[in-house]
């Protein structure tokens, strides 16, 4: 072959492979599909982030132990935050631009995912499952937007209706994280107040990781509030009660899906019996789980030598969502198919709620209903409440 045409067959060749890597679904390869997630592993919310991390890498590990999905295996990298805003936006530069992610998947934090959003839906990766009521994570619509939380603040405002309207509340107060999720509980109580003509009688905040609220604490009992509430996570939570409790302050504290955890209803001391919170999800008990979820947590046991908290459980549930959707795109993967897969999932039930997403629909479950402590597990008392 002359020289001539042996270098015009090569400059085409090498044309068709440039063209075809710029057609590339980004993430997604003939063998695999790759996924990341920016996620506390250590900090003062780990405990969520450990969980959820668990419970999708082996829910992942059972799908490629099987064959994948239409072939592919299921890849999931995932960086440490410690539930700081810079932190998450450096672990989201190297997903978004290293290891150029198909999806994020499980995201967790309201600050955390609200710095990062922005960056990453301009490279057009998909936000599904981020593990944060903020309202950003679903408002306003986007097509590469998917969440299984409703709203920090609309939770926040369906409760707070239901403590004034059914239990007589009259001076709520409330306690809140300096952080983007504690300012969407504070914007909520004020709405909901001034919806019910009524006034917040006293406030405070605090960062994340503090653990001193005894002046917190005299302030707001000073005020005479007959309902706190808290907008915290975890540690936090339990530390507020526990300091109202031993100072003898008996008000009641209402918080959200944040604080909905085992880890909480069985803090030591008993301190937080009593302690009301919204969910839109049942905490799974091993010993009054349907018998699938009693296998999966006895699997889980002994893969991770502990048992699995809140937090594991809807990590399996992001990612089977997340499995179920990949299913229906089909082996001609994109982010057109995925998503049309996402949006064909109907009532899909888990733990007492049924999802449903749609083309004009990412918010699989838009309410919650509110659960308190008792006997140091949470009880459902009421239906799904709205405001």
């Given at each position: 072959?002359?020289?001539?045409?042996?270098?015009?067959?090569?400059?085409?060749?090498?044309?068709?492979?440039?063209?075809?890597?710029?057609?590339?679904?980004?993430g997604v390869t003939d063998t695999e599909v790759v996924f990341g997630a920016h996620t506390p592993?250590?900090?003062?919310?780990?405990?969520?982030?450990?969980?959820?991390?668990?419970?999708?890498?082996?829910?992942?590990?059972?799908?490629?132990?099987?064959?994948?999905?239409h072939g592919r295996q299921l890849r999931f990298i995932v960086e440490d935050t410690q539930y700081?805003?810079?932190?998450?936006?450096?672990?989201?530069?190297?997903?978004?631009?290293?290891?150029?992610?198909?999806?994020?998947?499980?995201?967790?934090?309201?600050?955390?995912?609200?710095?990062?959003?922005?960056?990453?839906?301009?490279?057009?990766?998909?936000?599904?499952?981020?593990?944060?009521?903020?309202?950003?994570?679903?408002?306003?619509?986007?097509?590469?937007?998917?969440?299984?939380?409703?709203?920090?603040?609309?939770?926040?405002?369906?409760?707070?209706?239901?403590?004034?309207?059914?239990?007589?509340?009259?001076?709520?107060?409330?306690?809140?994280?300096?952080?983007?999720?504690?300012?969407?509980?504070?914007?909520?109580?004020?709405?909901?107040?001034?919806?019910?003509?009524?006034?917040?009688?006293?406030?405070?905040?605090?960062?994340?990781?503090?653990?001193?609220?005894?002046?917190?604490?005299?302030?707001?009992?000073?005020?005479?509030?007959?309902?706190?509430?808290?907008?915290?996570?975890?540690?936090?939570?339990?530390?507020?009660?526990?300091?109202?409790?031993?100072?003898?302050?008996?008000?009641?504290?209402?918080?959200?899906?944040?604080?909905?955890?085992?880890?909480?209803?069985?803090?030591?001391?008993?301190?937080?019996?009593?302690?009301?919170?919204?969910?839109?999800?049942?905490?799974?008990?091993?010993?009054?789980?349907?018998?699938?979820?009693?296998?999966?947590?006895?699997?889980?046991?002994?893969?991770?030598?502990?048992?699995?908290?809140?937090?594991?459980?809807?990590?399996?549930?992001?990612?089977?969502?997340?499995?179920?959707?990949?299913?229906?795109?089909?082996?001609?993967?994109?982010?057109?198919?995925?998503?049309?897969?996402?949006?064909?999932?109907?009532?899909?039930?888990?733990?007492?709620?049924?999802?449903?997403?749609?083309?004009?629909?990412?918010?699989?479950?838009?309410?919650?209903?509110?659960?308190?402590?008792?006997?140091?597990?949470?009880?459902?008392?009421?239906?799904?409440?709205?405001?």
């Amino acid at each position: 072959m002359p020289g001539h045409l042996r270098f015009s067959f090569t400059l085409f060749a090498l044309l068709l492979t440039l063209l075809a890597q710029a057609e590339q679904t980004q993430g997604v390869t003939d063998t695999e599909v790759v996924f990341g997630a920016h996620t506390p592993l250590s900090g003062p919310v780990a405990i969520w982030g450990v969980g959820s991390v668990n419970a999708i890498r082996m829910r992942f590990d059972e799908v490629n132990a099987a064959g994948g999905v239409h072939g592919r295996q299921l890849r999931f990298i995932v960086e440490d935050t410690q539930y700081q805003v810079p932190r998450a936006i450096q672990a989201a530069n190297k997903l978004l631009n290293r290891d150029k992610i198909f999806a994020m998947l499980a995201a967790l934090g309201a600050s955390t995912n609200n710095a990062v959003l922005p960056q990453q839906l301009a490279r057009n990766v998909p936000n599904i499952f981020p593990y944060t009521g903020a309202k950003a994570m679903g408002e306003p619509f986007h097509r590469l937007k998917f969440t299984i939380f409703p709203s920090y603040y609309g939770q926040t405002r369906a409760g707070l209706k239901y403590f004034v309207e059914n239990r007589g509340k009259q001076a709520v107060c409330i306690q809140y994280q300096d952080t983007d999720f504690g300012q969407e509980v504070y914007e909520g109580v004020v709405d909901q107040l001034n919806a019910l003509g009524m006034r917040l009688v006293e406030q405070g905040k605090h960062q994340p990781a503090d653990t001193d609220f005894a002046t917190a604490v005299v302030k707001l009992r000073k005020a005479g509030c007959d309902l706190v509430v808290l907008g915290a996570i975890i540690k936090d939570t339990v530390t507020f009660i526990a300091a109202a409790r031993k100072l003898g302050w008996e008000v009641d504290f209402l918080g959200t899906y944040a604080a909905y955890e085992p880890f909480v209803a069985e803090y030591e001391g008993g301190y937080t019996e009593g302690f009301y919170a919204l969910a839109p999800y049942e905490v799974q008990y091993f010993d009054t789980a349907e018998p699938e979820i009693k296998a999966w947590m006895e699997r889980y046991q002994v893969k991770f030598g502990e048992p699995p908290n809140s937090s594991a459980v809807l990590g399996r549930l992001a990612a089977d969502l997340t499995v179920l959707a990949l299913e229906r795109a089909g082996r001609d993967l994109t982010l057109d198919s995925f998503i049309a897969g996402l949006e064909s999932i109907r009532d899909y039930q888990a733990f007492g709620a049924a999802l449903d997403f749609g083309p004009d629909k990412h918010d699989g479950v838009r309410e919650a209903r509110l659960g308190v402590v008792d006997n140091k597990r949470w009880k459902m008392i009421t239906g799904p409440l709205n405001y």
